[in-house]
Structures are given as C-alpha cells and as structure tokens.
C-alpha cells in the first residue's frame, strides 16, 4: 500500500511541475509576444509582424505548447477515460488551428515564414522541423 502511495505522490509531483513549466513557457511566451499578443487571428487588413526573437526563435508556438502541458498535467492529476479525451481533443483541435494559422501566415509574408520554419520546431526545438520543410519540398 505504501508503495502504490508512493507512486502516486510522484506521479502528482510531476504533474505539478509540468504545470510550473507550462506556466513559465506561457509567461515567457507572452512577455516575448508583447504588444503583438492577441486571442484572435490577424484579420486580413491587419499587418503581420513576424516574432523571431526570445522564444519564438527556438519554437513557433509556446503558447500552445503551454496549453498542451496544463492538459496533460490535469490528465496526470485526475487520470480518467474522460480527463484523456479532453486531452486528445486538445492535441487535435489546436494542432488543426495552429496549422490553419500558419497557412494563412505563409500566404501573407511568404519568405519570411518559410526561412521561420526552417529555423524553429512547431512545438519543441527542431524536433517538427525536418517533417515540414520535406512536406514543401515535395
């Protein structure tokens, strides 16, 4: 019985550091984004101004990334059918917005989106990198 506890209480001390680190990449995120952060998508007549600096020179979507931490970390916490379906449906819908945004990015800066990619991962450093540039080559 101790064990189990045991095993428990270091599942729930990972989880809460995930949940520190999730907060420390969307605070770092957020200072890095400025006066540029916004909820919604830049409408068309709105101007792009491309965030290479801080930690968007090493990944494209820390905020995101955050996301996905906060949901696995409650899924860590409360591990449940319904706790990983909430997580899977996460994963899902904001991997098809990052992506629909990104689209639309490239079609509006082009260049300066592309040479972007290729420098930063998706989520992690590098790590979606090779994936996406062999998909524009293609």
Do not use: Q
């Amino acid at each position: 019985m101790y064990v189990l506890y045991r095993e428990i209480l270091i599942i729930k001390y990972i989880a809460s550091f995930i949940l520190c680190f999730a907060t420390l990449i969307e605070v770092i995120a957020g200072l890095a984004l400025g006066k540029s952060f916004k909820i919604h998508s830049p409408e068309e007549k709105e101007s792009i101004t491309l965030i290479t600096k801080g930690i968007y020179g090493i990944i494209r979507n820390p905020v995101v990334l955050g996301i996905f931490c906060y949901a696995f970390s409650i899924m860590l916490l409360n591990p449940t059918l319904l706790s990983l379906l909430i997580f899977v449906i996460i994963i899902i819908g904001y991997n098809y917005k990052v992506d629909a945004e990104a689209k639309e990015i490239e079609k509006r800066i082009g260049r300066e989106w592309y040479e972007y990619c290729k420098k930063t991962g998706k989520y992690f450093p590098l790590f979606f990198n090779k994936r996406n540039i062999n998909e524009k080559n293609s």
